[in-house]
Protein backbone atom coordinates (compact mmCIF):
# COMPACT_ATOMS: atom_id res chain seq x y z
CA UNK A 1 0.00 0.00 0.00
CA UNK A 2 1.50 3.14 -1.11
CA UNK A 3 0.48 6.65 -1.87
CA UNK A 4 4.29 7.40 -3.44
CA UNK A 5 5.33 9.59 -0.56
CA UNK A 6 1.91 11.99 -1.08
CA UNK A 7 -0.12 12.07 2.64
CA UNK A 8 -3.26 10.60 2.17
CA UNK A 9 -5.67 13.28 1.49
CA UNK A 10 -9.54 13.07 3.13
CA UNK A 11 -12.12 14.40 1.03
CA UNK A 12 -15.36 16.96 1.97
CA UNK A 13 -17.00 15.56 -1.69
CA UNK A 14 -16.44 13.30 -3.91
CA UNK A 15 -13.31 11.18 -3.96
CA UNK A 16 -11.54 11.04 -7.53
CA UNK A 17 -8.65 9.33 -7.54
CA UNK A 18 -6.90 6.29 -5.15
CA UNK A 19 -5.35 8.88 -2.30
CA UNK A 20 -8.20 10.51 -1.37
CA UNK A 21 -10.68 9.21 1.28
CA UNK A 22 -14.47 10.29 2.48
CA UNK A 23 -14.52 8.81 6.01
CA UNK A 24 -17.56 10.45 6.72
CA UNK A 25 -19.72 9.20 3.43
CA UNK A 26 -17.99 5.69 4.53
CA UNK A 27 -19.47 5.68 7.55
CA UNK A 28 -23.00 6.39 6.52
CA UNK A 29 -22.65 3.92 3.92
CA UNK A 30 -21.97 0.98 6.66
CA UNK A 31 -24.54 2.98 8.90
CA UNK A 32 -27.59 2.55 5.64
CA UNK A 33 -25.84 -1.40 5.34
CA UNK A 34 -26.69 -2.07 9.25
CA UNK A 35 -30.26 -0.50 8.66
CA UNK A 36 -30.86 -2.58 5.56
CA UNK A 37 -29.56 -5.94 7.01
CA UNK A 38 -31.77 -5.21 10.17
CA UNK A 39 -34.64 -4.71 8.05
CA UNK A 40 -33.74 -8.19 6.05
CA UNK A 41 -33.62 -10.25 10.11
CA UNK A 42 -36.89 -8.19 10.25
CA UNK A 43 -38.58 -8.95 6.88
CA UNK A 44 -37.52 -12.90 7.35
CA UNK A 45 -38.52 -13.26 10.87
CA UNK A 46 -41.49 -11.74 10.05
CA UNK A 47 -42.42 -13.87 6.74
CA UNK A 48 -40.89 -17.30 8.38
CA UNK A 49 -42.36 -16.69 11.55
CA UNK A 50 -44.87 -19.99 11.58
CA UNK A 51 -42.12 -22.08 9.96
CA UNK A 52 -39.86 -24.46 11.91
CA UNK A 53 -36.20 -22.95 10.45
CA UNK A 54 -37.08 -19.51 10.14
CA UNK A 55 -34.20 -17.66 12.14
CA UNK A 56 -34.50 -16.05 15.45
CA UNK A 57 -33.95 -12.66 15.53
CA UNK A 58 -34.04 -11.52 19.53
CA UNK A 59 -35.22 -8.35 20.93
CA UNK A 60 -31.43 -8.47 22.50
CA UNK A 61 -29.81 -8.79 18.78
CA UNK A 62 -32.29 -5.61 16.93
CA UNK A 63 -30.93 -3.72 19.99
CA UNK A 64 -27.22 -4.41 19.35
CA UNK A 65 -27.82 -4.05 15.50
CA UNK A 66 -29.52 -0.85 16.27
CA UNK A 67 -26.70 0.67 18.30
CA UNK A 68 -23.98 0.31 15.91
CA UNK A 69 -26.18 1.40 13.17
CA UNK A 70 -26.84 4.62 15.43
CA UNK A 71 -23.13 4.68 16.43
CA UNK A 72 -22.10 4.44 12.29
CA UNK A 73 -24.45 7.19 11.49
CA UNK A 74 -23.16 9.49 14.62
CA UNK A 75 -19.60 8.93 13.22
CA UNK A 76 -20.72 10.61 9.88
CA UNK A 77 -21.87 13.05 10.85
CA UNK A 78 -19.37 14.21 13.28
CA UNK A 79 -16.62 13.51 10.76
CA UNK A 80 -19.12 15.30 8.14
CA UNK A 81 -19.24 18.47 10.56
CA UNK A 82 -15.54 18.19 11.39
CA UNK A 83 -14.63 18.40 7.30
CA UNK A 84 -17.06 21.33 6.74
CA UNK A 85 -16.04 23.55 9.60
CA UNK A 86 -13.22 26.59 9.73
CA UNK A 87 -10.17 25.03 11.47
CA UNK A 88 -9.59 27.71 14.00
CA UNK A 89 -7.51 25.33 16.41
CA UNK A 90 -6.16 21.64 17.29
CA UNK A 91 -9.14 20.62 18.21
CA UNK A 92 -12.22 20.16 16.64
CA UNK A 93 -15.81 21.71 18.26
CA UNK A 94 -18.08 19.28 19.76
CA UNK A 95 -20.67 17.96 17.33
CA UNK A 96 -23.57 19.57 19.35
CA UNK A 97 -21.58 22.95 18.95
CA UNK A 98 -20.42 21.95 15.59
CA UNK A 99 -23.55 21.46 14.05
CA UNK A 100 -24.92 24.66 15.97
CA UNK A 101 -22.32 26.58 13.89
CA UNK A 102 -23.16 25.44 10.82
CA UNK A 103 -26.90 25.68 10.61
CA UNK A 104 -26.64 29.08 12.51
CA UNK A 105 -28.31 27.89 15.88
CA UNK A 106 -31.38 26.07 14.52
CA UNK A 107 -30.05 22.47 13.55
CA UNK A 108 -32.62 20.01 12.16
CA UNK A 109 -35.21 18.62 14.71
CA UNK A 110 -34.08 15.81 16.25
CA UNK A 111 -30.80 16.63 16.34
CA UNK A 112 -30.25 16.81 19.90
CA UNK A 113 -31.97 13.45 20.77
CA UNK A 114 -29.86 11.98 17.86
CA UNK A 115 -26.33 13.62 19.37
CA UNK A 116 -27.42 12.04 23.17
CA UNK A 117 -28.14 8.84 21.49
CA UNK A 118 -24.66 8.72 19.78
CA UNK A 119 -22.83 9.93 23.24
CA UNK A 120 -24.43 7.17 24.95
CA UNK A 121 -23.53 4.69 22.89
CA UNK A 122 -19.76 6.17 21.99
CA UNK A 123 -19.36 6.53 26.13
CA UNK A 124 -21.04 3.07 26.83
CA UNK A 125 -20.93 1.56 30.24
CA UNK A 126 -23.38 0.28 33.23
CA UNK A 127 -25.01 3.70 32.82
CA UNK A 128 -25.63 3.96 29.39
CA UNK A 129 -27.42 0.38 29.30
CA UNK A 130 -31.09 1.32 29.30
CA UNK A 131 -29.95 4.20 26.45
CA UNK A 132 -29.71 0.97 24.34
CA UNK A 133 -32.31 -0.96 25.43
CA UNK A 134 -34.53 2.13 25.22
CA UNK A 135 -34.25 1.90 21.09
CA UNK A 136 -37.17 0.73 19.46
CA UNK A 137 -37.64 0.27 15.23
CA UNK A 138 -39.45 3.89 15.46
CA UNK A 139 -36.58 5.74 17.25
CA UNK A 140 -33.70 3.93 15.06
CA UNK A 141 -35.42 5.12 12.24
CA UNK A 142 -36.38 8.51 13.23
CA UNK A 143 -32.55 9.26 14.14
CA UNK A 144 -31.61 7.69 11.06
CA UNK A 145 -34.00 10.06 9.01
CA UNK A 146 -32.30 12.86 11.16
CA UNK A 147 -28.45 12.34 10.29
CA UNK A 148 -29.62 12.29 6.70
CA UNK A 149 -31.50 15.13 6.49
CA UNK A 150 -28.12 16.82 8.02
CA UNK A 151 -26.04 15.38 5.24
CA UNK A 152 -28.53 16.53 2.90
CA UNK A 153 -28.59 20.28 4.34
CA UNK A 154 -24.49 19.88 4.55
CA UNK A 155 -24.15 18.37 0.42
CA UNK A 156 -27.02 21.46 -0.17
CA UNK A 157 -24.96 24.47 1.43
CA UNK A 158 -21.76 22.99 -0.25
CA UNK A 159 -23.58 22.61 -3.50
CA UNK A 160 -23.90 19.09 -4.01
CA UNK A 161 -26.62 17.75 -5.12
CA UNK A 162 -27.73 14.29 -3.01
CA UNK A 163 -27.18 10.86 -4.94
CA UNK A 164 -28.46 7.12 -4.34
CA UNK A 165 -26.95 7.18 -0.35
CA UNK A 166 -29.42 9.75 0.30
CA UNK A 167 -32.51 8.44 -0.80
CA UNK A 168 -33.44 6.50 2.05
CA UNK A 169 -36.62 6.36 3.97
CA UNK A 170 -35.63 4.30 6.83
CA UNK A 171 -39.20 2.84 7.45
CA UNK A 172 -39.54 -0.93 8.37
CA UNK A 173 -41.91 -2.38 5.64
Not at 3 to 31: E, H, K
Not at 58 to 66: L, S
Not at 157 to 162: C, K, L, M, P, Y
Request: hydrophobic content about 40%; glycine content about 8%.
Amino acid sequence: MTNQGQPRRFAMGSTDGPDISNLQLNFWRLAVQKFEEIQEKWRRYAIDETSDNWPEYTENEFKVDAAIALVLAGTSIAELVGQNLPCASERTKSLGKGLDDLFGGNPPSGTKALIKIYNDLRHFGAAKHEAVWGVTEEILCEHLKVAQEIWLAVLKRQGHSANEDFRHSFVFE
